[in-house]
């Protein structure tokens, strides 16, 4: 009976540590769906200089400011402000926080443009000095080609008329 229950609590805790652990990820939520269901989707960055009056910054009214690197989605200027709703959600409170120097892919929702840090692709965008491993690497890698692909006009175009 001390055995059975010493193995039950070793399971218990294994299960436990991994609900901890990927607390982030929403299986099941394919990047398309996002993409179609983000109000703005691109790569931005914390600009060096800091704004006084955000009258003329699109996006958010009362957000962080970024600069924009690279825009698929609903985004035309230089600079965009988003909101953020950083929860903490199993580890997810680790995951983003906005630091100057780093690109981030956002994916920014509803009115407010609201960045969060769970269930989203919104992350730090890697690079080969940053980079958490190959792997990670290799996956955002994939994710941002097929953001290209969705972020095309003439294949947008073409989905509608349902030639591909």
Known sequence: MKTFLQILLVCLLVVLENLVSYGCICPGVPLKNSFKGAKAVFIGTLPQNDFSTKAEIKGAKNGTVLEVVKAWKGVDDKYFSVTTKFEKVGMCSLFLNFEK???????????????????????????????????????QQKRLKELNKLGNFWFRFGRRLGLI
């Open 101 to 139: 120097g780093k690109q981030y892919i956002i994916f920014a929702n509803g009115e407010d443009y609201e960045v969060r840090n769970y269930c989203s692709y919104t992350e730090e965008l890697y690079s080969s000095k940053n980079k958490p491993n190959d792997y990670f690497l290799e996956h």
